[in-house]
Nanobody, 123 residues
Framework: QVQLVESGGGLVQTGGSLRLSCAAS??????????LGWFRQAPGKEREFVAS????????NYADSVKGRFAISRDNAKNTVFLQMNSLKPGDTARYYC??????????????WGQGTQVSVSS
């Protein structure tokens, strides 16, 4: 089992930045190498893929809507994955979820999910 806890969300103005963190407990990244991803869900919309990273950080993938603005990274020694979000737009407003077990853009491929952290971007 893996427990995931996100943090770092908040309210920011358009053009601002936030850094989300997701701390894992239970299985450690070094013992059970696994892909990690970030998804988001806005009110009334489906959950959508944001970014993913392979177990060693060697490869990343991004949704077109965030390419060039967001960066995913991980620290396996600290069992933590990060999402640096720059140049934020009101359209980025959503609840952001950390997920473990895959690098797919499909949410169903992930085995573990956090509770999410809210990101709100004001215009």
């Amino acid at each position: 089992q893996v427990q995931l806890v996100e943090s770092g969300g908040g309210l920011v103005q358009t053009g601002g930045s936030l850094r989300l963190s997701c701390a894992a407990s239970g299985r450690t990244f070094s013992t059970y190498p696994m892909g990690l991803g970030w998804f988001r869900q806005a009110p009334g919309k489906e959950r959508e893929f944001v970014a993913s990273i392979t177990w060693n950080g060697g490869s990343t993938n991004y949704a077109d809507s965030v390419k060039g603005r967001f960066a995913i990274s991980r620290d396996n020694a600290k069992n933590t994955v990060f999402l640096q979000m720059n140049s934020l737009k009101p359209g980025d407003t959503a609840r952001y979820y950390c997920a473990a077990g895959s690098t797919s853009t499909w949410s169903v491929r992930y085995n573990y999910w956090g509770q999410g952290t809210q990101v709100s971007v004001s215009s």
